[in-house]
Structures are given as structure tokens and as C-alpha cells.
């Protein structure tokens, strides 16, 4: 069964505190793996898809990195407005169906203090 | 674009009434998903569909009908709401395998009393 761990659970970080936060998976024949941001009351925003080992992707503050086990999302000197609860997501090989059974983790609630 | 659009945004249900989740997107996505999204379980797929006409049962489906008549709606039926049923519903579209950038709705809230 494909699983997806994420941690920390929250963080609390002072603006401009750089930090890392961390999404492992079992899945086998992992074909991408997502991040999205969720703000309270709203529905998940896509930020990032990642689909090898070694692969990173920039945006603003963020940066996404995968391995072979894990992926981490960097936020570098972030704001205040970085504050929500970031996603992660993996996406097994294609079936029959082409597969769109993503499996969520259980997100990291990042709060960041002016 | 109005992107993806789900209504109501709010709903109260007594245990044992019927409704349906309205879910529209109009980026021509084939793609389209119902999730659910309870604290400390993450989002779990209830029904997803791969285009009109074809739908598929994710990791919760029970309690929960789907149809996807036009590429555009795909409503999603609760047939005898009960209290475990309470949960924050999301539906999502992209565009197809080759494109998995997906887009959320805004959410519906149902709390069933």
C-alpha cells in the first residue's frame, strides 16, 4: 500500500528563518510526486510536480528536491504570507485507468512570524 | 476561467437525507476527482472519472454515487448521509496523464446532525 509521511506536523519559524520540510513515500514506480499549498478554508494550490531522483524545481521562496524515498520542500528567508499548510502527493505506475489514485500525506501547517 | 466550482460551500444534513455535491470546471479537463479531507487523515480519493461516461471508485467509496454525463460537471451523490459523512469534500480536474497539474475547488463543508 502506497503511503506518504510527512513531517514535521507544524512549524513555527520567525520571518526570514530559513527551514526545510520533509515528505517520505512507499510507492513502487513512483510516477511523480505533487506539493501543493492550502490556505485555511480553501482548496489545495499546485506548486510543484517532481518525476526523477536528483530532480528540483524552483519557485520564489520554495525549492522541491526528490529522492528515491523522499522529497523535501526548501523555503528560503520566507514571509509571512508563506503561512499555510503545504501537501504532498504521490502518484503510482498507470493501470487501467491511468491510475489517478494520488495519495495525500497529512500536510505540514507552516506558520511564520513577522 | 472560473476554473473549478463547487456548490454549496456550506451544507447541513440530517442523518439519512440524500443530497448532491455539485463539482463544474470548465478548463476542458477530461480529468476529475471527488476527495474528502478530515483532520489528521489527509485527503482520500472517493470517485474519480476519466472522462464522460467512465468513473471509477477510489480508496472511499461507500456512501457515495458518481456520474459523469458532460465533460464539464461531475456531481457527486451522498445516498443516506450519515455522521461519518462529515467532512470538508473537494472536487479536482487536470488535464490528463501527460498533465497532472490539478485544480481544486474551493470546498464543501457537510456536517451531517
Known amino acids: 500500500e502506497d503511503q506518504v509521511t510527512q513531517s514535521p506536523e507544524a512549524l513555527r519559524l520567525q520571518e526570514g528563518e530559513s527551514s526545510s520540510l520533509n515528505c517520505s513515500y512507499t510507492?513502487?514506480?513512483?510516477?511523480?510526486l505533487f506539493w501543493y499549498r492550502q490556505d485555511p478554508g480553501k482548496g489545495p494550490e499546485f506548486l510543484f510536480t517532481l518525476y526523477s531522483a536528483g530532480e528540483e524545481k524552483e519557485k520564489e521562496r520554495l525549492k522541491a528536491t526528490l529522492t528515491k524515498k523522499e522529497s523535501f520542500l526548501h523555503i528560503t528567508a520566507p514571509k509571512p504570507e508563506d503561512s499555510a499548510t503545504y501537501l504532498c502527493?504521490?502518484?503510482?505506475?498507470?493501470?487501467?485507468?491511468?491510475?489517478?489514485?494520488?495519495?495525500f500525506g497529512t500536510g505540514t501547517r507552516l506558520t511564520i512570524i513577522p | 476561467n472560473a476554473g473549478v466550482t463547487q456548490t454549496p460551500k456550506f451544507q447541513v444534513l440530517k442523518t439519512g437525507q440524500s443530497m448532491t455535491l455539485q463539482c463544474a470546471q470548465d478548463m476542458n479537463h477530461e480529468y476529475m476527482s471527488w476527495y474528502r479531507q478530515d483532520p489528521g487523515m489527509g485527503l482520500r480519493l472517493i470517485h474519480y472519472s476519466v472522462g464522460a461516461g467512465i468513473t471509477d471508485q477510489g480508496e472511499v467509496p461507500n456512501g457515495y454515487n458518481v456520474s459523469r454525463s458532460t465533460t464539464e460537471d461531475f456531481p457527486l451523490r451522498l445516498l443516506s448521509a450519515a455522521p461519518s459523512q462529515t467532512s470538508v469534500y473537494f472536487c479536482a480536474s487536470y488535464a490528463g496523464v501527460f498533465n497532472t497539474e490539478a485544480f481544486f475547488g474551493q470546498g464543501t463543508r457537510l456536517t451531517v446532525v
Open positions: 510507492v513502487s514506480g513512483l510516477r511523480g
Open positions: 502527493a504521490v502518484q503510482p505506475p498507470r493501470g487501467d485507468f491511468g491510475n489517478e489514485k494520488l495519495t
